[in-house]
C-alpha cells in the first residue's frame, strides 16, 4: 500500500494543480491581458491573442504530458521496463482528468469546455508515452 501510494500522490497532486487551473484566474482573458502588459508596446495586439492562443495550447499539451507520464509511471511502480498496459493506464488516466477539467469549464462564464482540448491533453499524454517507449529502447 505504502509503495502504491509513493507512486500514485504525484498523479493525484499534479491532477489537483490542472484542475485548479479551470478557475476564471486562469482564463484567456486574464493570461492575455498579462501578455498585453508586458508585450503590448511592441507587439499589435493581433499578435499577442496569438501568441496568447499558441502559449495556452503548449501548456496544455506540456501539462496534460506530464499527467500522463506520471499516470505511466503510477501503473509502472516498481517495475522496470514498457509495457503498453501502463501506457494505456496513462492515457486513462489523463483522459479522465481531462474530460473533467472541460467539464468544470463549462460552468464558469469566462472559459469554456471544449473537447478539441480533451483530444489535445491526450496527445500530451501520447507524446508522453512515446518518450517512455524510445526511453525503454534505448536502455
Not at 484566474?25 to 503590448?40: A, D, K, N, P, Q
Request: aromatic share 14%.
Amino acid at each position: 500500500m505504502r509503495g502504491a501510494f509513493r507512486f500514485w500522490a504525484p498523479v493525484v497532486v499534479w491532477s489537483i494543480v490542472l484542475l485548479l487551473t479551470s478557475s476564471d484566474l486562469f482564463s484567456s482573458h486574464h493570461s492575455g491581458s498579462i501578455l498585453e502588459t508586458l508585450f503590448g508596446r511592441y507587439l499589435s495586439h493581433d499578435r499577442i491573442e496569438s501568441f496568447n492562443f499558441f502559449f495556452r495550447k503548449c501548456m496544455h499539451l506540456t501539462g496534460y504530458g506530464i499527467l500522463g507520464w506520471l499516470g505511466f509511471r503510477a501503473a509502472r511502480g516498481e517495475e522496470r521496463g514498457f509495457a503498453m498496459r501502463w501506457a494505456v493506464a496513462g492515457m486513462l488516466v489523463t483522459l479522465a482528468i481531462a474530460s473533467v477539467d472541460e467539464w468544470h469549464q463549462t460552468f464558469i462564464p469566462s472559459r469554456g469546455g471544449s473537447p478539441d482540448d480533451v483530444l489535445l491533453d491526450c496527445c500530451g499524454a501520447a507524446i508522453a508515452q512515446l518518450f517512455a517507449a524510445v526511453r525503454n529502447l534505448r536502455r
